[in-house]
């Protein structure tokens, strides 16, 4: 299972973990994404690996460049409408992009979000074509789609993954967001091996119960 196939993010202290997750992470990061990158920037932040991708867009690792190595998940909404309809598929499409960041910013404001197990937004930019891209945790563990592939997981370890992602829907519903895409590719693991640290991503297709301003 690769530990990269997801979206905390990571201060990484001990140099000789900081270099393996460089090298693994962002090493001829051109080269192994190809078109991916090309005239893709975003300020201050240093782009590598494809970590997925999905119907909105593309998840690669970032590094922030600040004193301390801070590593994240940096979700890259896809805009492939640009030319469509004389711009009425770029609006759709930036509104979709701006409406999942306004839940996961949401989400990251309410009571007892720190310890909700949901992959939290940690900051918001903009990719030098306009592209808004949402910076996440990154997730090492990687997903339970991923998991699934290798090994079928016993009573005792489904539970405990069902548990935690009722838990973040638990957290979701009663912040009035409801998520509608909750599958084994939107539920990340926080730590390798560790199934404890399950938590829901993805929140492209959720929508609020409430008007915004009655929520905030």
Request: proline residues 1%; glycine residues 6%; charged residues 20%.
């Amino acid at each position: 299972m690769s530990v990269w196939s997801a979206s905390s993010s990571v201060w990484l202290r001990s140099k000789t973990v900081s270099d393996v997750l460089c090298t693994m992470l962002f090493r001829k990061n051109q080269q192994q994404n190809g078109n991916e990158l090309r005239c893709l920037s975003i300020d201050g932040l240093i782009i590598g690996k494809l970590l997925g991708r999905g119907g909105f867009g593309k998840v690669f690792a970032v590094a922030k460049n600040t004193d301390k190595l801070e590593i994240m998940a940096c979700k890259i909404f896809d805009m492939n409408g640009l030319t469509d309809s004389n711009g009425v598929r770029l609006q759709a499409e930036v509104a979709n992009a701006l409406a999942e960041i306004e839940v996961m910013k949401y989400l990251s404001s309410c009571s007892l979000s720190s310890i909700a197990p949901i992959v939290h937004l940690l900051d918001v930019y903009d990719a030098s074509d306009g592209r808004p891209c949402a910076a996440m945790e990154l997730c090492l563990g990687g997903s339970l789609f991923d998991l699934l592939q290798e090994k079928t997981l016993t009573c005792r370890e489904a539970a405990l993954v069902i548990y935690k992602i009722g838990i973040a829907l638990l957290f979701c519903h009663e912040n009035q967001i409801v998520h509608l895409d909750v599958k084994p590719s939107n539920i990340l693991f926080r730590h390798c091996e560790d199934l404890s640290s399950a938590c829901l991503s993805d929140f492209g297709l959720s929508y609020a119960l409430t008007q915004w301003n009655q929520l905030y």
